[in-house]
């Protein structure tokens, strides 16, 4: 079992910056692809960003593309989204996930915990 609990979310200008961050409860957390997920009212949970267990490989949707990095430490347990460049577009609930598997998947079904999620509101 693993929880993941999410923190950074907020209110911010367009144009600005958040970075959100996913602390993991499990000792095991480096046998986990992690995955960023976002999702708005009346809308399907959309991928956002993946990596592998190492943190070697990297995806990104196209719409996050040059303006959010993802990554990890595997020593603290925890996984962070840095956003730039905020764009209203951006306003979404976030949820990091993570999944027992090798690859990066971009389905949410695939991911075995889930994180309660945190706000993120981008103003114009």
């Known amino acids: 079992q693993v929880q993941l609990v999410e923190s950074g979310g907020g209110l911010v200008q367009a144009g600005g910056s958040l970075r959100l961050s996913c602390a993991a409860s499990?000792?095991?957390?480096?046998?986990?692809?992690m995955g960023w997920f976002r999702q708005t009212p009346g809308k399907e949970r959309e991928f956002v960003a993946g990596?592998?267990?190492?943190?070697?490989?990297?995806l990104y949707s196209d719409s996050v593309k040059g303006r959010f990095t993802i990554s990890r430490d595997n020593d603290k347990n925890t996984m962070y989204l840095q956003m730039n460049s905020l764009r209203p577009e951006d306003t979404a609930v976030y949820y990091c996930a993570a999944d027992n598997s090798r690859g990066i998947s971009t389905t949410p079904s695939e991911y075995e915990y889930w994180g309660q999620g945190t706000q993120v509101t981008v103003s114009s």
């Open positions: 990596l592998s267990r190492s943190g070697g490989s990297r």
């Open positions: 499990a000792r095991t957390f480096r046998v986990y692809a």
